[in-house]
C-alpha cells in the first residue's frame, strides 16, 4: 500500500523510493535506526548517491512526525517547488538587463528566518536566494507559508559549497558582501552598487568561518543598545535595502 500525505513529506518505503526514482525533489530522508534490512538498505543508497542528507533518527521521532502512522522506517522531506541553480538566477538577471541581486543563506536552519527572508528578496526585486544542501532549512511548507507566497516567484538554489559558489560568483564579477559584527565598514559605509550577493550568517554562529574568508567585504550593522545582535531574517533585510539603496541612487 502506497502512503503520501502533504506537499512536503513523503512516508513509506515504496512512496519514497518511487519519488526518488522520479527525481523528486528531496531535502532530507529519515531513516529509523536500527533499520538495516530489505528496501530500506536500496533507499539510502539511492538517496546517498544522490547527494540527499540522510539522518537515522529514533523511531519515536518517525511516529509523531506520521499522519498515517504507516511510515515503515523512513520519511522523506521534500521540497515545495524546484529548486533552481545558481545558472539560472545569474541567467535571470541578464534576461532582466540588470547587474545579478542574489542573497546567500549560510546555514539559516529556522524556517521562518529562510521564509522570511525569501519574501523580503522576493520585494526588494532581488534575482535569487542560494542555500546549502547541508545545515539548512530546505523549501519546506513552514517556509513557503513565511515567505508569502514568494518561493513561487523567487528562485532558490541550492548547492553543496557555499565557499565555492563563492568562488564561481566572484569570477562572474558578482561583489560578495557578508554581514559581520566585526565588519571594517558598517552598512551605512560600505558600497553595495553594482553586482552583488548579500551572505547572511546562521542564527547562532553568523557566516562560517570559510565562507567569511571567501567574502569580498564584510560590514557590520551598527547596534546601539544593549542586544549585540538580530535576528538573521532581520539582519539580512537591512542589508538588502541598502542594495535596493545604492540601486535607486545610480539612476
Known amino acids: 500500500m502506497d502512503y503520501e500525505v502533504n506537499t512536503d513529506k513523503i ?26 534490512n530489505g528496501s530500506i538498505v536500496k533507499i539510502v543508497a539511492r538517496a546517498k548517491a544522490e547527494g540527499i542528507v ?13 499522519e498515517t502512522k504507516a511510515h515503515q522506517g ?3 522531506l521534500t521540497a515545495v517547488k524546484a529548486y533552481a541553480s545558481v545558472a539560472d538566477l545569474l541567467e535571470r538577471a541578464k534576461r532582466k538587463g540588470e547587474p545579478p541581486f542574489l542573497v546567500i543563506c549560510d546555514e ?14 522576493n520585494a526588494a526585486g532581488a534575482h535569487g536566494v542560494i542555500i546549502p544542501k547541508r545545515r539548512s532549512a530546505g523549501l519546506n511548507a513552514v517556509v513557503a507559508k513565511t515567505s508569502a507566497g514568494a518561493v513561487e516567484f523567487t528562485p532558490v538554489a ?18 560578495v558582501i557578508g554581514a559581520d559584527m ?23 554562529n553568523g557566516i562560517s568561518p570559510l565562507v567569511k574568508q571567501q567574502c569580498d567585504f564584510l560590514t557590520r550593522i551598527p547596534m546601539l ?6 535576528n538573521a531574517s532581520v539582519a539580512g533585510a537591512l542589508m538588502i535595502y541598502e542594495v535596493v539603496r545604492a540601486r535607486k541612487a545610480v539612476k
Not at 540522510?54 to 506520521?66: C, F, H, I, Q, T
Not at 543598545?225 to 538580530?230: A, C, K, V
Open 108 to 121: 539559516v536552519t529556522d524556517p521562518h528566518n529562510l521564509g522570511a527572508i525569501i519574501r523580503t528578496a
Open 158 to 175: 541550492r548547492v553543496s559549497n557555499i565557499a565555492q559558489t563563492i568562488e564561481k560568483l566572484k569570477k562572474e564579477n558578482v561583489w
Open 225 to 230: 543598545g544593549e542586544i549585540t545582535s538580530l
Open 182 to 204: 566585526d565588519g571594517a565598514n558598517d552598512i551605512y559605509a560600505q558600497d553595495f552598487s553594482g553586482a552583488v550577493a548579500i551572505v547572511i550568517g546562521s542564527e547562532g
Open 11 to 36: 512516508e513509506g518505503r515504496n512512496p519514497v523510493m518511487e519519488a526518488l526514482r522520479s527525481g523528486r525533489e528531496i531535502d532530507k530522508l529519515l531513516v529509523a535506526k536500527g533499520e538495516k
Open 74 to 76: 523512513v520519511i522523506a
Open 54 to 66: 540522510v539522518s537515522e533518527v529514533e523511531r519515536a521521532k518517525l511516529d509523531a512526525m506520521s
